[in-house]
Structure formats: structure tokens, C-alpha cells
């Protein structure tokens, strides 16, 4: 096993490596392995819990200089802790978040967005990557890159109809920042 690094971690990695040496810790206990190994993975897993508690740390920061944080963060910022998607959706949606839709939605997929604290909430399979933009360019950087990943915004819904043998597919916006950077709900 490796020994803990000392650069500095993002606070996602140190809990990471931190479990994994808690649970590295564990098998070897049951495992019935030497009393030094498992001695050894306590004392790094309590290094990594040390440096958490003591804020020793840098946050990640996506290449466009926005702050993300991922899963207990993502939820302490958020201020709950869902459990589904669904749970997600029904919650966030009343506190001022909109649905970017995607091909990918499902059951184990979505992504939202809030555009007046300027963040993106994504959920993937009980992942949560929730973004934080500082600034209005960062924050339209963001929107243009899930444009680029997600690509164009697939049909709400579909009409048929029998008699006119037509196909109508209907579409909604995508939450966007208005034109106008001087708009109320922009304010910082």
C-alpha cells in the first residue's frame, strides 16, 4: 500500500484515500494479516482524517476556473441530502432550479441548473458534481460547455397524429443566461 502523499489533495480525494485505507484496514483484519500492516493502514487513515479536519486541502477547480464539489460537499452546499434523482428533481426544482434536459435523463441521470447563484447540479448514478461559478464569464463558460457535451436538447415530447399522419415533436428552452448582462436577476 501506498504511503500518504503529501501534496496537497482535493477535499474528494483525501476523503477517498482516507476510506480506502479504512477499508484496506479492514479486510486485513479479518484477513488475520500481521499486526503491522494493519497498524500501518491506521495510522495513514488518521493522517488523512487529521489533514481533513484540519482544512489542509485545496478545492478542485475545473479548467473553467469554476469550484466543484462532489457528493457529502456537493449535498452540505445544496443544504440536504437526497436519495434518488427524482428526490433531486422535486426538491431543487422548488428552490428556484430548472431542468437541463438531456438525451441522457433517467431514473440514474440529471442535471439542473440555478441561474441566479450561478450553479450546475448534476446527478449520475448516486454521483453528485455540483458546480459553483464566481463570475457571469465562468458561469457562461459553463453553460456553453454543457451545451457542447450534451449537445442539441432532445423533444419534451412527441405528438402524433393518426388522421394527418404527422409527427410533431415539441421542445423546450434550455435554462440560458439572458442577453442582457444588466438584467435584475443577474445581480451578484
Known amino acids: ?14 476523503r477517498s484515500e482516507m476510506e480506502e485505507r479504512y477499508g484496506h484496514y479492514l479486510w486485513l483484519r479479518r484477513a488475520g ?7 500501518t493502514c491506521i495510522l495513514e487513515y488518521r493522517k488523512l482524517r487529521s489533514r481533513l479536519l484540519a482544512g489542509d486541502y485545496i478545492n478542485e477547480v475545473n479548467a473553467r476556473g469554476n469550484v466543484v464539489h462532489r457528493d457529502r460537499d456537493a449535498d452540505a452546499t445544496m443544504g440536504f ?12 426544482l422548488q428552490d428556484g432550479w430548472q431542468q437541463y434536459d438531456t438525451e441522457q435523463d433517467a431514473s440514474y441521470f440529471g442535471c439542473w441548473v440555478h441561474i441566479e447563484r450561478r450553479l450546475t447540479m448534476c446527478y449520475a448514478e448516486g454521483d453528485r458534481i455540483l458546480v459553483e461559478c464566481p463570475t457571469l ?6 453553460l456553453a460547455d454543457m451545451e457542447r457535451f450534451y ?38
Open 81 to 92: 441530502r437526497g436519495g434518488s434523482r427524482y428526490a433531486y428533481d422535486f426538491r431543487i
Open 33 to 39: 494479516c500481521q499486526k503491522a500492516e494493519r497498524v
Open 137 to 142: 464569464e465562468s458561469f457562461r463558460a459553463e
Open 151 to 188: 449537445g442539441p436538447a432532445p423533444a419534451a415530447f412527441t405528438v402524433i397524429d393518426p388522421d394527418k399522419r404527422t409527427l410533431t415533436k415539441v421542445y423546450t428552452a434550455r435554462p440560458a443566461l439572458p442577453a442582457d448582462p444588466n438584467a435584475p436577476a443577474l445581480s451578484a
Open 1 to 14: 500500500m501506498d504511503k500518504v502523499e503529501t501534496a496537497k489533495l482535493t477535499k474528494h480525494r483525501l
